[in-house]
């Protein structure tokens, strides 16, 4: 199926719209956490009038691929979380059907920084929220462990704060999703060109 020149906007708006029709999204915030302390990653949301209000999932990622925590949560039922290694770290509010999605941290580490997404599923209707998680002290304990390493510090510096933050934030926003279907109808377009001069050289 082709597209002509003044169709690949409209096509493009259409899938767009298609992805995102579902989706309400929260733009990030940056959290500063205490090593060794416990933080709160807040997630509020807006729940839809066709929502019953008894059954809706919870799930917390940490730089996009690294799942922390997902919740089946029912209205009445013991909360009864996914297994994983932040397990006995982590906890879900305990209003969670009612507005408040925000994941508590314990004990946080240095490896706990970067950028986190949380995920509310409501029947039919999404939520998302960004945010990014910076923690202090990190680099005080890199300097007791080993002082007389400071090439080692600055590159430990880089990987926890400039790489997530910048670079994931970037990722995790729908323009990466926009540009990838501007790219595709565009490679499209051009490939039919080529196509039709190879065809008219030919004749």
Request: with cysteine; glycine share 6%; charged share 25%.
């Amino acid at each position: 199926m082709a597209f002509r020149g003044h169709q690949l906007p409209l096509v493009l708006c259409l899938i767009i719209m298609k992805v995102c029709s579902h989706v309400s999204e929260e733009r990030g915030e940056t959290v500063i956490g205490e090593l060794h302390d416990r933080v709160t990653l807040h997630c509020p949301y807006l729940s839809p009038d066709d929502w019953d209000g008894r059954e809706a999932r919870v799930l917390w990622f940490r730089n996009l691929t690294e799942k922390i925590l997902d919740c089946p949560v029912k209205e009445g039922e013991r909360l009864t979380c996914e297994k994983n290694a932040y397990s006995h770290r982590t906890r879900l509010s305990p209003a969670a059907l009612c507005g408040d999605a925000s994941l508590e941290i314990s004990h946080l580490q240095g490896s706990d920084a970067g950028a986190y997404q949380c995920w509310v599923i409501l029947s039919q209707t999404y939520h998302r929220g960004n945010l990014v998680l910076r923690v202090q002290g990190v680099m005080k304990d890199v300097i007791k462990m080993d002082e007389s390493s400071p090439h080692e510090m600055s590159t430990w510096n880089m990987l926890e704060t400039k790489l997530p933050v910048k670079v994931l934030a970037i990722l995790m926003s729908g323009w990466l999703i926009a540009l990838l279907l501007v790219g595709i109808l565009v490679s499209q377009r051009f490939f039919l060109r080529e196509s039709r001069r190879k065809y008219m050289i030919s004749i």
